[in-house]
């Protein structure tokens, strides 16, 4: 350093020589000096919103879409605390959390488990899993470690109380309302407990005050609460809000509630009026359901209560399709097989038990080559009516798939045995089975037998009405199995009463279907 440049650096005055007597290099310079530049800007961009401005850009994006906390649900004073003194390490915190639950979970260690999933909750507010994830933890995990039946059900609420402060923040998403449904009526109406379960459930003042203070006694059943619960979702999806969960199973909730509150009102030994409204409850929601407009994988909207009427539109346009192309379809058909050749006729003319090897293969080729569809028979049309033939066909198609698509969904939620059943349990017939293998039930367990045995072959004569009435019931496995169930209980009153099984019997059809087990 020169005689100059030191005595003006004792004087305390950087001079030509500035940047070195801060110690930092021209280039660093730079730098800080942009960076305090850009601050300008990023303060603009993130300024928070508050009641007398909405904020920069960024807080008003966030208003747009919805995602500030203040739409997505109640702000929590601590969250926000907790979130901010993470120092934007929220991620990191959370991951070593999850860490922390995992181990928790295989140690069996309750208590610390809860705590690490209330701080999540803290940290991600709006994360669904950790909701759904500490609320079956407590309903289901914990509460099984209690012997009396009265500490058990105060874990169980206590998960439903759980996913109660979630709903509070997170009141956009339908899953948790839909959580809550579930386990009001699975948890409480489906364990071994479930019979002490609902009776707490409905004299439980503290739950019901904060739920719906007007609920009436009646309206305090699980499965009607919970139906509460799964409508109260399905009207937030409707607002508008992101359904993140399979459309098809989600909007059958509500029925499937309704239907076991049927069933349990004739479990807990309640039959005639009450029973038939309970269905009837269980039939108007399956209407609904019927007629709801459910999303695919395939993009095409569908109605599971239209099935029947999408195959009559196709046979309608075949009608129309054969009117316009008379004769056309078997002809094609004709010049299709007698194109085949020696060896294929040869194999479609064996008997499937009979064919070997390559003639399996050479019928199959056959079969595929032999499948004529309208599309195929419109593009040979005259060229007048090649037009509507071609619309015809496509509309024949899309009726066709649209049949297929909805058989296919219907499957997945076992309807066709759901509404059949909506269907009959209001009977007479029905409703009188279910009421004499109740009564049965109870006399054979206090041991008056004949009474038991009468009881048992009303309700077999009842169920013979109600199945030769309803096909679909009559050859639905399930069907077959339940009364395999009963059969199986009337088999063992015989026993004790030394006496031979009727033959032949009542219901054979319906235990030959069941089974081996039957015998």
């Known amino acids: 350093m020169t005689d100059d440049a030191r005595r003006e650096a004792e004087r305390g005055r950087p001079g030509r020589a500035g940047a070195a007597w801060l110690g930092l290099r021209p280039g660093t310079l730079l730098a800080l000096v942009a960076i305090a530049a850009l601050l300008i800007p990023l303060s603009a961009l993130s300024q928070p919103a508050d009641s007398s401005s909405p904020g920069g850009k960024l807080a008003r994006l966030r208003t747009a879409s919805g995602l500030a906390q203040a739409s997505l649900g109640a702000v929590d004073p601590t969250s926000e605390t907790m979130r901010l003194a993470t120092l934007g390490l929220k991620n990191v915190a959370v991951t070593l959390l999850w860490d922390r639950v995992n181990h928790y979970k295989k140690v069996e260690d309750w208590t610390n488990l809860s705590a690490a999933l209330e701080q999540m909750t ?13 609320a ?197 058909e004709q010049r299709l097989r007698a194109g085949l050749s020696a060896a294929q006729q040869q194999a479609l003319a064996t008997p499937p038990l009979d064919r070997s090897d390559a003639q399996q293969q050479l019928a199959a080729e056959a079969e595929a080559s032999l499948r004529v569809t309208w599309p195929m028979v419109a593009r040979e049309a005259p060229a007048d009516v090649q037009a ?41 017939p029905a409703l009188l089975a279910r009421e004499k293998i109740w009564e049965a039930d109870r006399e054979f367990e206090n041991a008056r037998l004949q009474t038991a045995k009468k009881a048992f072959e009303e309700a077999f004569a ?44 009542v219901l054979q059809d319906v235990l030959d279907r069941a089974g081996p087990a039957s015998d």
């Open 388 to 428: 509507k033939a071609k619309e015809l066909a496509r509309q024949y198609v899309e009726a066709q798939e649209t049949a297929e698509i909805i058989d296919r969904y219907r499957d997945i939620v076992n309807f066709d045995f759901w509404r059949a059943a909506c269907e009959v349990e209001v009977t007479e």
């Open 136 to 332: 079956h933890n407590l309903s289901y995990n914990i509460s099984v470690e209690f012997d009396d039946y009265h500490d058990r059900y105060a874990w169980v609420m206590k998960g439903i109380e759980f996913l109660r402060q979630g709903i509070a923040l997170n009141q956009r998403d339908p899953r948790l309302l839909g959580r809550m449904g579930w386990f009001i009526g699975h948890k409480i109406g489906k364990s071994d407990e479930k019979r002490q379960f609902r009776r707490l459930f409905k004299a439980d003042d503290d739950f019901h005050d904060r739920d719906d203070p007007d609920r009436t006694l009646p309206e305090r059943d699980n499965w009607l609460v919970s139906r509460q619960k799964y409508l109260a979702a399905q009207r937030l999806a409707d607002s508008g809000a992101p359904l993140k969960t399979t459309a098809l199973i989600f909007h059958s909730e509500p029925m499937m509630a309704a239907i076991n509150y049927a069933r349990a009102t004739e479990e807990d030994g309640t039959f005639g009026a009450a029973a038939r409204e309970a269905w009837k409850l269980a039939g108007d929601e399956m209407v609904k359901f019927a007629m709801r407009e459910i999303p695919t994988s395939w993009e095409v909207p569908i109605r599971l209560g239209l099935r029947e009427d999408e195959l009559a539109r196709a046979t309608r346009i075949a009608a129309e399709l054969e009117a316009l192309l008379p004769g056309r379809f078997a002809a094609l």
């Open 122 to 134: 803290k940290l991600q507010p709006n994360f669904y899993s950790v909701w759904d994830f500490q």
């Open 462 to 505: 009842a169920w013979r009405q109600v199945l030769d009435a309803s096909p679909v019931l009559r050859e639905d496995q399930l069907t077959a199995d339940d009364m395999r169930d009963v059969v199986n209980r009337y088999r063992k009153l015989l026993e004790q009463l030394d006496e031979p099984f009727p033959k032949p019997f």
